[in-house]
């Protein structure tokens, strides 16, 4: 296995903000797809919430079913070019989703935009890991899922600004940054990889593309098909058998899409657990923040943006501290405590909004507590589920949490379209906010069932286990 540290300082630095870089843009355009939610509405007088909502939830299934894929092509073909070519994909459809002239095209896009951010995500903190020593380590987690944080308290106010030229500018701001990271990354980064392998599991992955697919069109269509229609019962059953098929798969393949060495160390599989259940929260809270601001209380996309900031600002500011306190602490001690603010966050949005209520009195302290706790919880998610690896499964460990991570979006985002799609008002946005705090507490409960410290012992190779 080639290494990635050697070489001078300065390059080593180009290679951290690099990689750090690819990690923002791909979450920067997340938040910022969020906050043009009311001009694609506007712009695709046509959709419904419903089908608004596959501009988001066809980028997260697709992302989910190629990360595993990709992240084991990157052990073994090379994390620098994996993360390259992703680089360069999720650049060039941006620039479609731009010139999108439908919705339909809009999504089409969007998936082949996930590819590019499938490619890249796993490969960033494979290469960004191994730059760091061992007793570092989560602290590199920690600047990792900081730029996420990052993303997630810029993209509101930046996604507000770009909407008063358009939409399209929302995707169009990716354009000038991927390149200039292609150019520096293909420069400075080192390439990294696992000499021998098998071919990743390609089936797989579209196999659980579509069982994913297959469950959130149920759950968002539920209402306006019927919850007992044909189509929906149908719906739920290809996904009952797309799961079973994919635990074939994976006991069966050489290289699956989930690997059972690595499922089976308890630590990785209950904090996969944890991030698809905290992050299905996270979901909610993004698109409910944003429709319940413009719709119920009808501010500005640019108010929105604003008001809805504090709180992944305060994520940001909090996840290198949390990655450094869950390094001394333990991931599940911190990531439990940040699952519970979160939590309460949500908590407090559902008993205290109303419809003529103060922001200063009620969203804004809420956001700020929720933002505090996922600053806390991302670092020990993504700390629990990877650092028990050897450091040749880090990209293939990265993209599981991944794919939970964007599974559990895309089910955010379902309850939100089927909940708000059937009748959007005060009541629903309370009913998604205890959504949020529900998935939050129990996904900090299945952190907390860690407790015996397997998240911080010394990595072993897989096949030890």
Known sequence: MTTATGGPASRRGWSIAVV??????SSLDLFIVNIAFPDLAESFPSADLSGLSWVLSAYAITFAAFLAPAGRWADQSGRKRAFLAGLVLFTVASAACAAAPSLGALVAA????AVGGGLMLPSSLGLLLPMFPPERRGAA???WSAMGGAAAA?????????????????????LPIGAAAVLVGGWALREIREESGTAPDVLGALALGVTVGALVLGIVQGESWGWTSGRILGMFALGALGTAFSVVRALRHPAPVIE??????RAVSLANLATFLFFAGFGAMILGSVLFLTGVWHHSVLRAGLEI???PLMAAVCAVPGGLLATKYGNWVVGFAGSVLFAVG??????????DAAY?????????????GSGLALPSLSGAATLPLPPERFATGTAMVSMCRQIGLALGAAVVAAVLGARPDLDAFHTTWFFMAGCGLTGGLALLAIRDGAARRAVTPVGAR
């Open 20 to 25: 750090l870089t690819g990690v923002f843009v």
């Open 110 to 113: 969007r998936t082949l935009q």
């Open 141 to 143: 987690v920690g600047l």
């Open 154 to 174: 810029l993209g509101p106010p930046i996604g507000g600004l770009l909407v008063q030229a358009g939409w399209e500018w929302v995707f169009l701001v990716n």
């Open 260 to 265: 059972p060495a690595i499922v089976r160390i």
């Open 309 to 311: 900031a504090p709180g």
């Open 346 to 355: 949500g908590v407090m949005w559902a008993t205290a909004t109303a419809a």
């Open 360 to 372: 200063a009195s009620t969203f804004l302290p809420a956001g700020i507590i929720a933002g505090i």
